[in-house]
Each structure stands twice: as structure tokens, then as C-alpha cells.
């Protein structure tokens, strides 16, 4: 019989798995433009001397880079696996509601609006793309609600259509605005790391580390919500309960991601994905997994986007498709015999 | 005893009443199937017995106390249901898809005891399906899938059963098989069966009591070979049947316009 999940089992391949992504992300660290000695830095860390560049570079320049990609990455991931399972969609993704173009929205009129202030650390463009982010999620799932029964249905088409709106109008937007704000919201909108203060850091990291735990709590309800409202509801599941938390937390969870880097596509499509076809659906392992291995891919897609055209950098969104689509479909013909796919 | 009881129950989808103060009880351990045409409102009663669906007047008692007492979770204890197949979109296996049936029983971490464990082999076991406890749901065949439904309703250990056309899409062999699986879960474990069905043949066989929802909200409700008879069965589906028996009970097989030699029909029970 096929060996069943446990407690013990889950501790383990989590703590593997984030063994795992602090090697990843030390190794990231020190690949760049600029080679880091690793050596060199934790003498930096014994004497606190200012003229280390090796600790310059590794502590204010690539520590805090690769912990956002970490932090988005985990998020993106984590938020993926929940849509996917409350949507019961395999196409789902952290945007598939608007969060994207509602996000998108907030970051174009904060640059054509011209403003200049920050708030905890965070420029207009991230603040008003969180609240784009969120306040779009809410309208989708507002319009959803008229739908009634076909719930999932609904709020998927309402998703497809507020995001088509959005975008024309950023569209519209983009098309009257001047060359250098294009610019800025275009950059913004592939989706990009940045080098950020460590309080926007233990912030991020904290919203969403939090967030992934409140998933993972109720990671047992959402395995019985992969059969529907209604299977849920029968085998004991406070579906409606269940449904807003995951849906509100996924949402806050996406949404900071996206204020922290711009939209960065794929990841949380492809790793949920990914994951699921290695280790199986259950989401109470699918889920802290798909977090760290989220957490991972981004952090080796933006090292990668560092250094592939260096001293140039591409958007990280655009690795995330380049690299993750050939090796998503590599797992997807190694893997797929475990699926079984339906024959109707 | 009655383990449930329905007591002046209306429902309806917006202006179409589909339910008319409709009253039963159904005795603990027994077995009820439930028949009618489409649209009669059987899925609709089967979700109102699992309050999937709100009553708009009557009221529903399980084991004596009102069904809107019960929350999620503690209905989940007297009731299962297996409602019409579906594959879920995630290739859970099926040993994965019976230990979910223990969600109501999980503890704050969400991971099943010794107990859950042993609860969902015996439900494996009962229901054959232990053979491919490994393999994803989605690979399996229909009467295969059903099984294993109805293996996850075993598994959630409770009194009740709720099953909404069980064998559809099923050849004989299935059909059967789902049955007597049925019917052996009635006696030895002593469950209480509602099973919504159109095969009214099948019914009469296995059934201790059976319900015969009309279309235009009457019904009738008793002992097979009381509630399914030619008359009964012109008017609630209105088609001519050809009757016969088996051992006490009638069987009936619909004649159409075309159908060969309905003319030299003439036997009746």
C-alpha cells in the first residue's frame, strides 16, 4: 500500500527542504558580478569593518535581494496552491482573480500620478499596487457572490472579465502617458528584485510566514475542499469559514508580493505544479513544500537573471517562464503516470 | 425507531415548488430508496437530509434532533452522502481520498490517528477497493470510483447514508455489486440507507421501504410492491410498463412507442 503521510514524515522533508533552500540561497548569494568570499564576509561579521566589500556586498546588497525573492517566491507559491484548490482549476494561479491588473492599476496611476513619499520604506508604486491588489480581489469576490451556487464558476468569470477591464485601462493609461513613466511601470509590471531595507524585509517576511501558517492550518480542510462545497461541507468542513480565510489570506499573501516586486508570472502555477506531481496533492505537505520550493526557484531565477546579461539584469519574470516552463514540462512526462489523469 | 424524520417539508428553486409538504420517517437500520422522474426533487431531498439545502417550511430531525442544530462537524458524525460521480481535478490516490473522510475527527495539526487508520482499512476492505488503495482515483473505472465513494462514507463512521444514484453509468455486474455492498452494510454494520435511484426494479429488491416522488409534488411512500405499480408508474412518469414479479416483488420494464410486441402484452401482477 502506498506509504501515507505523517507527522514525522512531513518534519522531515520540510526541514530537508529548507536545509536545502538556506544552501540555495547561501550559494545565490555569492554568485554575481562581484564574486563573494564567504570567508572573507564572516570576517567582515567578526570585526564590523567598513572597508569589507566582500561583507558590503554580501550583507546590503545580496542578503537582502535574495531574501525578497525568497519571501516572494514562497508567497507566489503558497498563494498558487491555494487558488488551485479552492477554484478546483489546475490553470489557477495568484492572479487568476485581478490581483495582477489591479495591481497594475495602482502602480500606473501612482506613477502618472507623480507622487513622491514613502510609507514604511515603501514607494507610492508598491502602496498603491497593494491596495490595487487587494481592493480588486474584493470586487471580484463581491461580483462572485451574485452567482450563488456556481460559485467557483462565477467568480472565475468575474476574475477574467474585471482583469480584461483593468488592463485596457492601463492600457488606455500607458498609451497617454510620457516615455519615461511607461517606462518606469513597464519595468515594474515583469516583475523585479530589488535591494530592500531590512525592516520592509522582516516585515514582508513576517505578513507572509504568518500567513502561510494560517493556510497550513487549515491545509486538511482545504484537501477535502479539492471535491467541492459540497463533499467539504458533508465530511465536516465549515466550507464557508474555510473559503473566506483561505481566499482573504492567499489574497494578502499575493498582494504583498506583488507590492514587494512587481508582478512576477509563473511561479505560482508552475511550483504548486511541480511539487504536487513529486509528492503528491495532500495540501498539508503541499503547501510548507510548495512555499520552500517557491522560495527557491525564485532565488536561482533572479541569481540567474543577475548574471545571465551581466552587467545588465533581466526581469526576473522573464527567467521564471524562460527556465521553469521547459523544466515544469520535464517533470510533467517523468511524473504524469501518478496523476492519472481522467478518462472523462 | 426512527432515526430520521421529515415532517411537513416544502422546498423550492425560486418560484417552482419542487417539494409539497412531504412526511416520512425512516427506521433505524433500514433501507429507503428513492425514486421519481427528473425534476421531481429527489437530489433536492437528499440535500436537504444533509442540510446542503435549507427547508423553506417542515422540518427534518436526525436521531430526534432538528438538522439546523447540528453544526458542519457534528452532522458530519450521523451523516455521510456520496453523491453523482465525479474525478476530482487532483490525482488524489485512492487511499488519500477515504482517510478524508476522517476530516471531522482530525486533531489541531490535522493527522489521522492509529484508529482513523484502521476505520479506513476496514472501509477499504468491505468495500474491495484495498487492491487499488495506491493508485490515483482518476484511473480507476466508474464502478471502481463508486466504490471507493462509498468506501469514504464507510470511513466517516456513521449511522446514516445518504447515496444519490449510486449505480448510474453501471452495467448489471456493477449495478449488483454496488447493491448487495449496499445491503450487506445495512445488516452487518446496521446502517440506515437512503439511496436516490431510477432503477425502480433494483429498489424494489433491495429496498425495506421506498419513496415515489411525483413531479407535481405528491408522492407515495410505504412497501415496494405497494408503491411501484403500473398505475403508480403511468402516472408519475408517465409511460406504460410491463410487470412482472419476482419472488414477492414487481419488476416492470417500460414499453416506448417502438417498442417490440407491446401489443401482446397483457399480464400484470
Given at each position: 500500500m502506498?506509504?501515507?503521510?505523517t507527522?514525522?514524515?512531513l518534519?522531515?522533508?520540510?526541514?530537508?527542504?529548507?536545509a536545502a533552500?538556506?544552501v540555495v540561497?547561501?550559494?545565490?548569494?555569492?554568485?554575481?558580478?562581484?564574486?563573494?568570499?564567504?570567508?572573507?564576509?564572516?570576517?567582515?561579521?567578526?570585526?564590523?569593518?567598513?572597508?569589507?566589500?566582500d561583507?558590503e556586498?554580501?550583507?546590503?546588497?545580496?542578503?537582502?535581494?535574495?531574501?525578497l525573492?525568497?519571501?516572494?517566491?514562497?508567497a507566489?507559491?503558497?498563494?498558487?496552491?491555494?487558488?488551485?484548490a479552492?477554484l478546483?482549476?489546475p490553470?489557477?494561479d495568484?492572479?487568476?482573480?485581478?490581483?495582477?491588473s489591479?495591481?497594475?492599476?495602482?502602480?500606473?496611476?501612482?506613477?502618472?500620478?507623480?507622487?513622491?513619499?514613502?510609507?514604511w520604506?515603501?514607494?507610492?508604486?508598491?502602496?498603491?499596487a497593494?491596495?490595487?491588489?487587494?481592493?480588486?480581489?474584493?470586487?471580484?469576490?463581491?461580483?462572485?457572490?451574485?452567482?450563488?451556487k456556481?460559485?467557483?464558476?462565477?467568480?472565475?468569470?468575474?476574475?477574467?472579465?474585471v482583469?480584461?477591464?483593468?488592463?485596457?485601462?492601463?492600457?488606455?493609461?500607458?498609451?497617454?502617458?510620457k516615455?519615461?513613466?511607461?517606462?518606469a511601470?513597464?519595468?515594474?509590471?515583469?516583475?523585479?528584485?530589488?535591494e530592500?531595507?531590512f525592516?520592509?524585509?522582516?516585515?514582508?517576511?513576517?505578513?507572509?510566514?504568518a500567513?502561510?501558517?494560517a493556510?497550513?492550518?487549515i491545509s486538511?480542510k482545504?484537501n477535502?475542499?479539492?471535491?467541492g462545497?459540497?463533499?467539504?461541507?458533508?465530511?465536516?468542513?465549515?466550507?464557508a469559514?474555510?473559503?473566506?480565510?483561505a481566499?482573504?489570506?492567499?489574497?494578502?499573501?499575493?498582494?504583498i508580493?506583488?507590492?514587494l516586486?512587481?508582478?512576477?508570472?509563473?511561479?505560482?502555477?508552475?511550483?504548486?505544479?511541480g511539487?504536487?506531481?513529486?509528492?503528491?496533492?495532500?495540501?498539508?505537505?503541499?503547501?510548507?513544500?510548495?512555499?520552500?520550493?517557491?522560495?527557491?526557484?525564485?532565488?536561482?531565477?533572479?541569481t540567474?537573471?543577475?548574471?545571465?546579461?551581466a552587467?545588465?539584469?533581466?526581469?526576473?519574470?522573464?527567467?521564471t517562464a524562460?527556465?521553469?516552463?521547459?523544466?515544469f514540462?520535464?517533470?510533467l512526462?517523468?511524473?504524469?503516470?501518478?496523476?492519472?489523469?481522467?478518462?472523462? | 425507531?426512527?432515526i430520521?424524520?421529515?415532517?411537513?417539508?416544502s422546498?423550492?428553486?425560486?418560484?417552482?415548488?419542487?417539494?409539497?409538504?412531504?412526511?416520512?420517517?425512516i427506521?433505524?437500520?433500514?433501507?429507503?430508496?428513492?425514486?421519481?422522474?427528473?425534476?421531481?426533487?429527489?437530489?433536492?431531498?437528499?440535500?436537504?437530509?444533509?442540510?446542503t439545502?435549507?427547508?423553506?417550511?417542515?422540518?427534518?430531525?436526525?436521531?430526534?434532533?432538528?438538522?439546523?442544530?447540528?453544526?458542519?462537524?457534528?452532522?458530519?458524525?450521523?451523516?455521510a452522502?456520496?453523491?453523482?460521480?465525479?474525478?476530482?481535478v487532483?490525482?488524489?490516490?485512492?487511499?488519500?481520498?477515504?482517510?478524508?473522510a476522517?476530516?471531522?475527527?482530525?486533531?489541531?495539526?490535522?493527522?489521522?490517528s492509529k484508529?482513523?487508520?484502521?476505520?479506513v482499512?476496514?472501509?477499504?476492505?468491505?468495500?474491495?477497493?484495498?487492491?487499488?488503495a495506491?493508485?490515483?482515483?482518476?484511473?480507476?473505472?466508474?464502478?471502481?470510483?463508486?466504490r471507493?465513494f462509498?468506501?469514504?462514507a464507510?470511513?466517516?463512521?456513521?449511522?446514516?447514508?445518504?447515496l444519490?444514484e449510486?449505480?448510474?453509468?453501471?452495467?448489471?455486474?456493477?449495478?449488483v455489486?454496488?447493491?448487495?455492498?449496499?445491503?450487506?452494510?445495512?445488516l452487518?454494520?446496521?446502517?440506515?440507507?437512503?439511496?436516490?435511484?431510477h432503477d425502480?426494479?433494483?429498489?424494489?429488491?433491495?429496498?425495506?421501504?421506498?419513496?415515489l416522488?411525483?413531479?407535481?409534488?405528491?408522492?407515495e411512500?410505504?412497501?415496494?410492491?405497494?408503491v411501484?405499480t403500473?398505475?403508480?408508474i403511468?402516472?408519475?412518469?408517465?409511460?406504460?410498463v410491463?410487470a412482472?414479479?419476482?419472488g414477492?416483488?414487481?419488476?416492470?420494464?417500460?414499453?416506448?412507442?417502438?417498442?417490440?410486441?407491446?401489443?401482446?402484452?397483457s399480464?400484470?401482477?
Open positions: 502506498k506509504e501515507l503521510l507527522a514525522k514524515k518534519v522531515t522533508r520540510t526541514t530537508l527542504a529548507f533552500m538556506v540561497m547561501l550559494v545565490c548569494s555569492l554568485i554575481g558580478t562581484e564574486s563573494v568570499s564567504l570567508k572573507a564576509v564572516f570576517s567582515g561579521l567578526d570585526t564590523q569593518q567598513t572597508t569589507n566589500t561583507y556586498i554580501f550583507v546590503h546588497v545580496r542578503l537582502p535581494r535574495i531574501i525573492a525568497a519571501i516572494v517566491g514562497a507566489l507559491a503558497c498563494s498558487g496552491v491555494v487558488f488551485q479552492l478546483r482549476n490553470l489557477a495568484p492572479y487568476i482573480l485581478g490581483i495582477s489591479g495591481a497594475g492599476l495602482g502602480a500606473i496611476v501612482a506613477v502618472i500620478g507623480g507622487l513622491n513619499w514613502t510609507l520604506g515603501r514607494s507610492p508604486i508598491a502602496v498603491f497593494f491596495a490595487g491588489a487587494l481592493g480588486t480581489v474584493w470586487l471580484v469576490w463581491f461580483i462572485g457572490r451574485f452567482t450563488g456556481s460559485h467557483v464558476t462565477g467568480l472565475i468569470l468575474a476574475g477574467v472579465v482583469n480584461a477591464f483593468f488592463s485596457a485601462v492601463i492600457m488606455f493609461l500607458i498609451s497617454v502617458a516615455s519615461d513613466e511607461v517606462y511601470t513597464i519595468f515594474w509590471l515583469m516583475g523585479n528584485m530589488t530592500e531595507s525592516l520592509v524585509l522582516w516585515l514582508g517576511a513576517g505578513c507572509v510566514g500567513g502561510i501558517f493556510l497550513f492550518y486538511p482545504l477535502a475542499l479539492s471535491f462545497e459540497d463533499d467539504a461541507r458533508s465530511m465536516g468542513v465549515n466550507t469559514g474555510t473559503r473566506t480565510i481566499f482573504a489570506v492567499a489574497a494578502l499573501i499575493t498582494a508580493a506583488v507590492s516586486s512587481g508582478l512576477v508570472g509563473f511561479v505560482g502555477l508552475i511550483v504548486p505544479h511539487v504536487r506531481l513529486v509528492f503528491g496533492p495532500d495540501h498539508r505537505q503541499l503547501l510548507p513544500l510548495s512555499g520552500i520550493v517557491g522560495a527557491i526557484f525564485l532565488v536561482a531565477a533572479d540567474l537573471a543577475r548574471v545571465i546579461v552587467p545588465a539584469q533581466l526581469p526576473v519574470g522573464v527567467v524562460i527556465v521553469g516552463g521547459p523544466f514540462l520535464v517533470l512526462v517523468k511524473y504524469t503516470h501518478k496523476i492519472g489523469w481522467p478518462s472523462k | 425507531m426512527s430520521i424524520e421529515v415532517s411537513h417539508l422546498f423550492g428553486y425560486a418560484e417552482a415548488e419542487v417539494l409539497r409538504d412531504l412526511s416520512f420517517e427506521r433505524h437500520g433500514s433501507f429507503l430508496a428513492i425514486a421519481g422522474p427528473n425534476g421531481a426533487g429527489k437530489t433536492t431531498l437528499l440535500n436537504l437530509l444533509c442540510k439545502l435549507k427547508a423553506k417550511s417542515g422540518t427534518i430531525k436526525i436521531d430526534a434532533t432538528v438538522i439546523e442544530s447540528y453544526s458542519s462537524k457534528t452532522l458530519a458524525g450521523k451523516v452522502v456520496v453523491r453523482q460521480e465525479f474525478v476530482p487532483f490525482g488524489f490516490s485512492v487511499i488519500e481520498m477515504v482517510l478524508m476522517r476530516t471531522a475527527y482530525l486533531g489541531t495539526f490535522g493527522f489521522e484508529a482513523d487508520r484502521k476505520i482499512a476496514e472501509a477499504l476492505e468491505m468495500t474491495d477497493t484495498a487492491q487499488f495506491s493508485r490515483p482515483l482518476g484511473s480507476l473505472s466508474g464502478g471502481e470510483r463508486q471507493v462509498i468506501a469514504r464507510l470511513a466517516q463512521d456513521t449511522d446514516i447514508l445518504l444519490d449510486p449505480t448510474s453509468h453501471l452495467d448489471f455486474k456493477h449495478q455489486g454496488i447493491y448487495d455492498l449496499l445491503k450487506t452494510m445495512q452487518e454494520k446496521g446502517k440506515t440507507i437512503v439511496a436516490v435511484t425502480i426494479n433494483l429498489a424494489a429488491q433491495y429496498a425495506d421501504v421506498t419513496l416522488l411525483g413531479a407535481d409534488g405528491s408522492y411512500y410505504g412497501p415496494a410492491r405497494d411501484f403500473c398505475e403508480q403511468k402516472k408519475v412518469f408517465g409511460v406504460s410491463f412482472g414479479k419476482v414477492k416483488e414487481n419488476f416492470f420494464i417500460p414499453l416506448g412507442k417502438f417498442a417490440k410486441d407491446s401489443g401482446q402484452i399480464r400484470k401482477p
